[in-house]
């Protein structure tokens, strides 16, 4: 069975035909001129930070603090809900492998904002909802229905998904 990782937990709030199309390798984020934004603002914040922090290939952490404080950070908060459950799907990971996370951090730095993510137990039990759909949609034969929504016109998908 494939290892969900964070990314695709991630698409599973933004997009689940992106996630197909993901899981599939078609990939166009690095032709995307936001996601190279994104990259850039991830690259010179944080700087004296250990940063992207990678394990067994499932998931990438943008830096940690001391393993006990895990830190993500974005550009803006226009997918909100996409993060705070990459993060926390990244603090039971961690949990599962017996390190012990005592909260996460999205760090927004062109706003020069925080937040503070919590995992609950209710939250564990949501994300093993969330990985069986997650599956579901991955071994689908055919694409999930695509949405039409405002940030769809900023994806790196954009384009192949209207054709």
């Given at each position: 069975m494939k290892r969900i990782s964070g990314l695709m937990i991630y698409y599973y709030f933004v997009c689940k035909a992106k996630l197909w199309y993901f899981n599939r390798n078609?990939?166009?984020?690095?032709?995307s001129e936001l996601v190279e934004m994104g990259r850039l603002i991830d690259e010179s914040s944080y700087g004296k930070k250990r940063k992207h922090i990678q394990l067994d290939e499932t998931i990438n952490i943008d830096f940690m603090e001391d393993w006990k404080i895990l830190h993500e950070v974005k550009k803006s908060k226009s997918i909100e809900e996409a993060f705070i459950w990459q993060v926390k799907y990244y603090m039971k990971y961690l949990?599962?492998?017996?390190?012990?996370?005592e909260k996460g951090i999205i760090d927004y730095p062109k706003l020069r904002v925080r937040e503070e993510i919590i995992l609950s137990e209710k939250d564990t039990e949501y994300l093993e909802k969330i990985k069986e759909?997650?599956?579901?949609?991955i071994d689908s034969p055919a694409v999930p229905e695509k949405p039409d929504i405002k940030i769809c016109k900023n994806c790196a998908y954009y384009e192949f998904c209207r054709i």
């Amino acid at each position: 069975m494939k290892r969900i990782s964070g990314l695709m937990i991630y698409y599973y709030f933004v997009c689940k035909a992106k996630l197909w199309y993901f899981n599939r390798n078609l990939n166009f984020e690095n032709q995307s001129e936001l996601v190279e934004m994104g990259r850039l603002i991830d690259e010179s914040s944080y700087g004296k930070k250990r940063k992207h922090i990678q394990l067994d290939e499932t998931i990438n952490i943008d830096f940690m603090e001391d393993w006990k404080i895990l830190h993500e950070v974005k550009k803006s908060k226009s997918i909100e809900e996409a993060f705070i459950w990459q993060v926390k799907y990244y603090m039971k990971y961690l949990l599962d492998k017996g390190i012990e996370i005592e909260k996460g951090i999205i760090d927004y730095p062109k706003l020069r904002v925080r937040e503070e993510i919590i995992l609950s137990e209710k939250d564990t039990e949501y994300l093993e909802k969330i990985k069986e759909e997650i599956y579901q949609i991955i071994d689908s034969p055919a694409v999930p229905e695509k949405p039409d929504i405002k940030i769809c016109k900023n994806c790196a998908y954009y384009e192949f998904c209207r054709i």
